[in-house]
């Protein structure tokens, strides 16, 4: 018979929050990279929590408020001590954004909602990198301290592209978190760049995207990969150098993002329940070392090679 080993849990920073290793990243479940089968969705939210999964993230845009809607129906009767709820406000689509905080109030109380729950345990300002900083500084991020005063969330935080952003903002503002994604995997480690800095600020750091929005995977990149093509191009032959050893780059970049310690959690989203199982089973094996090496060097041309989207004074 197999055993599965337990999930391993690390500090979030001075929150002090026990976090699992994996987290559940809920954006699949509003159908941003396919659509979804809602049943099938709740049961890879079981299947997450049966896992040791303890802290879930989601946002309001993620399928315009359709996976929070679809969190919310998974998580009733579920005892609300055994996870971490975490939630996003100032974006709501594409082109969406309001920070003010005036909006950011009136979207926490709707999540709250959506999500059939009375507290958020970490509230965070989604991808600051599209508003000016002072914005987020003086507006959002109070008036987010203000609703931690009134009980409706636990902690607070900020989310981004560009890594030299959370340093503009944790330099001048209290901030819990940061949520850094793509930014540290097999072909980019940017995020280690600013993570002394946060550290020492007793700031909790979580990453989210290990296959680099879905560069590290066999099935390869949406069309719309806002990557540059020398980057696309590396990526496409460390997967298929993987395949002809017989394996799974997703496997090697999800074991990657999970091994560096100083990393509290890394999000994963998936509305399979057997990619979450998956992925519970590919972190408890070592790490193919020799592969690795292999990878990172076919991968060393383009490192750290990033794609820009927000303001350009926010730009790393």
């Known amino acids: 018979l197999f055993f599965s080993l337990p999930m391993k849990y690390r500090q979030l920073g001075r929150t002090g929050l ?3 290793v994996l987290s559940f990243g809920a954006s699949s479940l509003g159908g941003v990279f396919r659509d979804i089968d809602e049943a099938e969705g709740v049961r890879t939210v ?3 929590l049966d896992e040791g999964i303890n802290f879930i993230d989601v946002a309001p845009y993620y399928g315009e408020t359709k996976a929070e809607t ?4 998974s998580l009733r009767g ?3 001590e055994s996870y971490y709820l975490a939630t996003k406000v100032g974006r709501y689509g594409a082109r969406d954004f309001d920070f003010s905080a005036r909006r950011v109030s009136e979207s926490v109380d709707e999540s709250l909602g959506r999500l059939g729950v009375e507290h958020i345990d970490l509230i965070q300002v989604h991808d600051i990198e599209f508003v000016s900083l002072d914005i987020v500084i003086e507006e ?3 008036a987010l301290r203000q609703l931690q ?3 409706k969330v636990s902690y607070v935080g900020i989310t981004g592209l560009p890594v030299g952003a959370f340093l503009k903002v944790a330099e001048r503002a209290e901030v819990d978190t940061v949520l850094s994604y793509s930014r540290y995997c097999l072909n980019d480690t940017s ?3 600013v993570l002394p800095e946060l550290e020492e600020s007793g700031v909790g750091v979580l990453t989210a995207s290990p296959l680099s929005m879905g560069l590290l ?3 390869g990149p949406p069309p719309w990969h806002p990557a540059p093509e020398d980057l696309k191009r590396a990526c496409a032959r460390a997967v298929e150098h993987c395949a002809r050893r017989g394996a799974d780059i997703s496997k090697l970049a999800v074991q990657f993002a999970v091994g560096e310690e100083r990393l509290a959690s890394c999000i994963v989203g998936s509305a399979d329940p057997e990619n979450i199982r998956r992925n519970c089973r590919w972190i408890e094996e070592p790490v193919d070392e020799e592969l690795l090496a292999e990878v990172l060097e076919i991968l060393e041309p383009v490192r750290d090679l990033c794609w820009y989207e927000g303001l350009p004074e926010n730009s790393d």
Request: net charge positive; no cysteine; aromatic share 0%.
């Open 18 to 20: 026990q976090v699992s």
């Open 46 to 48: 079981h299947v997450a």
């Open 70 to 73: 679809v969190l919310g129906k």
């Open 78 to 80: 579920i005892a609300r």
């Open 140 to 142: 959002t991020l109070p």
């Open 149 to 151: 005063q009134a009980g």
């Open 191 to 193: 995020l280690l760049r």
């Open 217 to 219: 995977s066999q099935r």
